[in-house]
């Protein structure tokens, strides 16, 4: 598959596989809090909010990750030139026909046909950095610059990496919110 078809079509899936059943009990979209005060600090039992912006971080934990990333797909300008953090397995994709290869931090997440979804972003590292990548399937945290770019007529987002840290301890593969 072309690139041009595929990173578009992650994208719609991406907002298709988290539209669906989670608005906010008060009306509001997930990303509603990121204009509210920061949140205190508190241990991290679940409970919180599905992100946090107290040290100017964008964060995105896994009990809502689906619902933020389509947040962040759905109101860029919001987002774009803002550090986030995330978690998630390390993948990369050739294509043929650029002759390029695209690295991405994912969960599983619901697709068209069961559990067939990924949900995260493509990441990379800035000009002249070290470029080393971990292995497949490692699990990550991502901590870079949320920016956009062109290629070949279509506006695609990234990661620009601050840093690319495996972990020993993974979270949750699969999400679904």
């Known amino acids: 598959m072309r690139k041009t078809a595929f990173l578009p079509a992650l994208c719609l899936l991406l907002i298709l596989s988290g539209c669906q ?10 990303g509603a809090a990121q204009d509210a005060a920061p949140a205190q600090s508190a241990p991290d039992d679940g409970a919180q909010p599905a ?4 040290d100017g971080v964008v964060e995105i934990k896994e009990k809502m990750f689906i619902a933020q990333l389509n947040d962040i797909y759905l109101n860029q300008d919001d987002y774009l030139g803002k550090t986030i953090r995330y978690e998630g397995m390390f993948t990369q994709y050739h294509w043929d026909d650029t002759d390029m290869t695209y ?3 994912y969960r599983q997440s619901p697709g068209c046909c ?4 990924q949900a995260g972003f493509e990441v990379v590292w800035p000009e002249g950095a070290d470029s080393t990548y971990p292995s497949e399937n490692d699990w990550c945290q991502v901590v870079g610059t949320l920016e956009a770019y062109d290629e070949a007529g279509q506006s695609y987002l990234h990661i620009v990496l601050d840093s690319l840290t495996v972990l020993q301890e993974r979270g949750a593969e699969f999400v679904s919110q």
């Open 114 to 117: 069961g559990a067939d979804g």
């Open 21 to 30: 059943r989670y608005p906010l009990a008060d009306g509001t979209s997930p």
């Open 51 to 54: 992100s946090s912006q107290a």
């Open 103 to 105: 690295y991405m931090v």
